[in-house]
């Protein structure tokens, strides 16, 4: 059985002070959780003082992104390297990046093989507009978003990382996904894998689904089996709606 996640996107929030803050009341609700598996994704500048609060606990920290050189003239950039000792996992390609920051397929691919390089996890995402689900092109768009991000990665490799389905639709909007098209459209990335890599890699990877989830509708997204855990947003800023998710996960997977 593949071990379920609920990773923490906390996105431009939370001042080093505040991220120790919500770190800590994490740690205290959650900190010996072995059922799933609790990361938590501050900005940079908080990733010291999160390291230092999560300490002993089994709470993982993961990065919000990465450039894909190890070092050079890149102002404002964070390279593998220097997340390494810091962090577990990284998250890669996010729709915001896309949106506002000129991320593309090829970058992210880049960004993946990076990270992989440098023994961070990558949690990869993809995911469609709005206009591309009502013209019913989400199968096709994702699944060309997954290929590209695959390239040139071995099986091993794709099974050590993360894939998030985020529909764009559904990010900070309120909006989600039902559980059933949010679980089909998983099981289309889960499809690719397995053309790409057979069953055996497809059945090991684990897959995420993001957007608007909550305390609320996290029982029915668990629910579908071919969704492993959730990438959370606005939810995991406040440790009593992340901590019900991860409890509610748990006794799922009990």
């Known amino acids: 059985m593949r071990k379920p996640m609920m990773a923490g996107n906390w ?51 993961g990065a919000q992104n990465l450039h894909w050189e190890a070092s050079g003239a890149y102002t404002g950039e964070v390279s593998a390297p220097m997340l390494q000792g810091l962090v577990d996992y990284v998250i890669i390609g996010h729709s915001e990046r896309r949106q506002y920051f000129g991320e593309t397929d090829e970058t992210v691919n880049k960004k993946i093989h990076a990270a992989l390089a440098h023994e961070l996890i990558p949690i990869v995402c993809v995911g469609e507009s709005l206009e591309q689900n009502r013209a019913g092109e989400t ?37 989600a996904a039902t559980p059933d098209e949010a679980g089909n459209t998983c099981g289309v990335v889960r499809r690719v894998v397995a053309e790409l890599y057979g069953q055996s890699v497809a059945a090991s990877t684990r897959v995420l689904y993001g957007g608007s989830t909550n305390d609320k509708n996290i029982g029915e997204i668990m629910r579908q089996d071919e969704i492993d855990g959730a990438l959370i947003g606005g939810a995991s800023l406040k440790v009593e709606s992340y901590s019900a998710m991860v409890s509610t996960t748990s006794a799922l997977y009990q």
Request: aromatic share 4%.
């Open 11 to 61: 996105k431009m929030n939370k001042t080093p002070a505040e991220a120790t803050s919500l770190a800590k009341a994490i740690v205290d609700a959650v900190g010996m959780e072995s059922t799933v598996d609790c990361v938590i994704c501050p900005p940079f500048v908080d990733l010291a003082v999160v390291q230092s609060a999560v300490a002993g606990s089994n709470v993982a920290i």
């Open 139 to 175: 199968e096709s768009f994702v699944s060309g978003q997954v290929k590209a991000a695959m390239a040139g990665l071995t099986g091993e490799q794709v099974q050590s990382l993360v894939i998030a389905y985020e529909p764009i639709w559904a990010i900070g909007t309120g909006l």
